[in-house]
């Protein structure tokens, strides 16, 4: 985290009565004082509050809404008591009723797309940009939890923008089955060997607990390897690899994009920044043995995973590659119809989006955990002639600022 830097106006501590407005990435609302910007958390748009400085930067200050003096029809009580200033910061909007989350998360996705994407209203208009809700409810969705663990050896969750860890008893967005885990400190439970602790409770019924120290398992209780469930296959793959961690997300994804795509019998696909292959194996079933599927990806885990759980399906090759150097160095070359692209939260960039229009594919379905990253690339597409023909929303991160993207992006008519 950046050094704060000394500016004029706000100082850090500092508390100021303000009126809170627009939303704003990262779970923040905006407000000014004085011309000054102000990122304001645990607030709404339209409230007034007092906030306290938790950072001053060049520019614009942090701060927390520490008192709530007219409140939003949109507040709620946070179920969690972690959820507070100062406290943990892995859940952002616990104070905001769930449906207005969805408005808050697609009024977000609309102005990164407007600023960072360079689309104007009557695009934003003809998309109707919307966030969709997951069923399941806020609570209790999170099968994957990565716990911390401090000096002393207890495991708990980071404040927002710190390496410090919070203690906890429990985490109301953490699976049933992770909740009755003895990981927390009123379990008794201490970690001296690791400096994190992994928790899985995978659709197939499996829990897992895996403690890390420098990236390395130093100690796992229950399986190593977990079974999921979706898009009508069973999938292996290890405790600490990459998996969805909404019970509901792949399903939806994989619905969302074959809609938007519709591949055919006969094409060829591409699934870059594949996994464990959850999106080939899709395409798979609908390109048939006529269609190829080729996957790209560069964790080994991933890649391992992906050719266990596809080896039924002759017709899925599995390159393990960065997708840059994949396309760069000629491992994958066109002609493709369909392209799945899932990259990291940094995006794809501009280098692999023009080697996907020079491919020349009939469309690429964009799934996106970072509506920022989503924007700029969506910018790239249509400066190179392309033009997001729609766009869904997935709340896959109940009562935190995340939201999924899936986006379809097409050539010139």
Same mark, same amino acid.
């Given at each position: 985290?950046?050094?704060?830097?000394?500016?004029?106006?706000?100082?850090?501590?500092?508390?100021?009565? $303000?009126?809170?407005?627009?939303?704003?990435?990262?779970?923040? =609302?905006?407000?000014?004082?004085?011309?000054?910007?102000?990122?304001?958390?645990?607030? @709404?748009?339209?409230?007034?509050?007092?906030?306290?400085?938790?950072?001053?930067?060049?520019?614009?200050?942090?701060?927390?809404?520490?008192?709530?003096?007219?409140?939003?029809?949109?507040?709620?009580?946070?179920?969690?008591?972690?959820?507070?200033?100062?406290? =943990?910061?892995? =859940?952002?909007?616990?104070?905001?009723?769930?449906?207005?989350? $969805?408005?808050?998360?697609?009024?977000?996705?609309?102005?990164?797309?407007?600023?960072?994407?360079?689309?104007?209203?009557?695009?934003?208009?003809? $998309?109707?940009?919307?966030?969709?809700?997951?069923?399941?409810?806020?609570?209790?969705?999170?099968?994957?939890?990565?716990?911390?663990?401090?000096?002393?050896?207890?495991?708990?969750? @980071?404040?927002?923008?710190?390496?410090?860890?919070?203690?906890?008893?429990? =985490?109301?967005?953490?699976?049933?089955?992770?909740?009755?885990?003895?990981?927390?400190?009123?379990?008794?439970?201490?970690?001296?060997?690791?400096?994190?602790?992994?928790?899985?409770?995978?659709?197939?019924?499996?829990?897992?607990?895996?403690?890390?120290?420098?990236?390395?398992?130093?100690?796992?209780?229950?399986?190593?390897?977990?079974?999921?469930?979706?898009?009508?296959?069973?999938?292996?793959?290890?405790?600490?690899?990459?998996?969805?961690?909404?019970?509901?997300?792949?399903?939806?994804?994989?619905?969302?994009?074959?809609?938007?795509?519709?591949?055919?019998?006969?094409?060829?696909?591409?699934?870059?920044?594949?996994?464990?292959?959850?999106?080939?194996?899709?395409?798979?079933?609908?390109?048939?043995?006529?269609?190829?599927?080729?996957?790209?990806?560069?964790?080994?885990?991933?890649?391992?995973?992906?050719?266990?759980? $596809?080896?039924?399906?002759?017709?899925?090759?599995?390159?393990?590659?960065?997708?840059?150097?994949?396309?760069?160095?000629?491992?994958?070359?066109?002609?493709?119809?369909?392209?799945?692209?899932?990259?990291?939260?940094?995006?794809?960039?501009?280098?692999?989006?023009?080697?996907?229009?020079?491919?020349?594919?009939?469309?690429?379905?964009?799934?996106?955990?970072?509506?920022?990253?989503?924007?700029?690339?969506?910018?790239?597409?249509?400066?190179?002639?392309?033009?997001?023909?729609?766009?869904?929303?997935?709340?896959?991160?109940?009562?935190?600022?995340?939201?999924?993207?899936?986006?379809?992006?097409?050539?010139?008519?």
């Amino acid at each position: 985290m950046a050094e704060p830097v000394a500016a004029p106006g706000l100082a850090e501590a500092e508390r100021v009565e $303000l009126t809170v407005g627009a939303v704003a990435p990262g779970g923040h =609302c905006v407000a000014r004082v004085d011309g000054q910007v102000v990122f304001v958390r645990h607030a @709404l748009p339209g409230e007034r509050v007092v906030v306290e400085v938790t950072e001053v930067h060049r520019g614009f200050v942090r701060a927390d809404a520490v008192t709530v003096l007219e409140a939003s029809p949109d507040r709620v009580e946070a179920p969690c008591p972690y959820a507070r200033p100062g406290r =943990c910061g892995g =859940c952002d909007l616990q104070h905001v009723a769930p449906p207005a989350q $969805l408005e808050w998360k697609a009024a977000v996705v609309r102005e990164q797309l407007t600023r960072l994407g360079g689309l104007d209203d009557e695009e934003l208009d003809r $998309l109707q940009v919307r966030v969709e809700a997951l069923p399941g409810g806020p609570l209790g969705w999170r099968s994957r939890v990565r716990y911390a663990v401090d000096a002393a050896d207890r495991a708990g969750l @980071l404040k927002h923008r710190s390496h410090e860890v919070v203690p906890i008893d429990r =985490c109301l967005i953490a699976h049933p089955a992770i909740q009755r885990l003895p990981v927390l400190p009123p379990s008794g439970a201490r970690w001296p060997e690791a400096e994190a602790v992994e928790t899985v409770a995978s659709s197939g019924g499996d829990v897992t607990v895996t403690a890390l120290a420098e990236g390395v398992a130093t100690e796992v209780e229950g399986p190593a390897v977990v079974r999921e469930v979706a898009a009508g296959r069973e999938w292996t793959l290890p405790a600490t690899a990459f998996w969805q961690v909404h019970p509901a997300a792949a399903d939806t994804l994989v619905r969302a994009l074959l809609e938007l795509v519709d591949p055919r019998p006969g094409e060829t696909a591409w699934d870059l920044y594949g996994g464990a292959g959850l999106f080939a194996a899709a395409l798979a079933g609908r390109v048939g043995d006529a269609g190829r599927v080729t996957l790209v990806e560069a964790a080994a885990q991933g890649v391992a995973a992906a050719r266990e759980n $596809l080896r039924d399906l002759p017709r899925v090759e599995v390159v393990a590659a960065r997708v840059e150097t994949a396309l760069a160095r000629r491992r994958i070359t066109g002609p493709v119809d369909v392209v799945v692209l899932d990259p990291p939260r940094t995006g794809a960039g501009a280098r692999v989006v023009r080697e996907l229009v020079a491919a020349g594919p009939r469309a690429v379905a964009y799934v996106a955990c970072d509506p920022a990253a989503f924007a700029r690339d969506v910018r790239t597409f249509t400066g190179l002639g392309w033009r997001l023909a729609a766009v869904r929303g997935f709340d896959l991160f109940p009562m935190t600022q995340h939201v999924e993207l899936v986006g379809l992006l097409l050539p010139p008519d």
